[in-house]
């Protein structure tokens, strides 16, 4: 059955990084298509938001999209990837 994916299987990657060096992995696997979670809990405050600064920046560039899961948890998809709620918020 063809997809949009082509023949691949889509992918859900959980990346839990120890520091910003490891934030291009993230963007690399978006671009191969491939969903990423990425849970920065591990990571300071400040490396952490310049890590979601540069991932985001670099998912927003492939008209990709984001969504953030928790407090440290975040969510970064493909354009091919729809994204539904459960439910409506205001944000």
């Known amino acids: 059955m063809d997809s ?3 023949h691949r299987v889509p ?3 959980v990346m839990t990084p120890a ?3 490891e934030a291009c992995e993230a963007v690399l696997a ?3 298509q491939r969903t990423v ?3 920065l809990g591990a990571m300071a405050s400040d490396e952490a938001q310049r890590t979601i600064d ?3 920046g670099g998912v927003f560039a ?3 999209q984001s969504e953030r899961l ?3 948890v975040f969510l970064f998809a493909p354009a091919l990837v729809r994204i539904q709620h459960d439910r409506e918020t205001d944000t």
Do not use: I, K, R
Request: no cysteine.
């Open 4 to 6: 949009p994916f082509g």
């Open 11 to 13: 992918e859900v990657v």
């Open 19 to 21: 520091g910003f060096a």
């Open 30 to 32: 978006v671009q191969q």
């Open 37 to 39: 979670v990425l849970h």
């Open 54 to 56: 540069f991932v985001s």
């Open 62 to 64: 492939m008209d990709g």
């Open 70 to 72: 928790g407090e440290t």
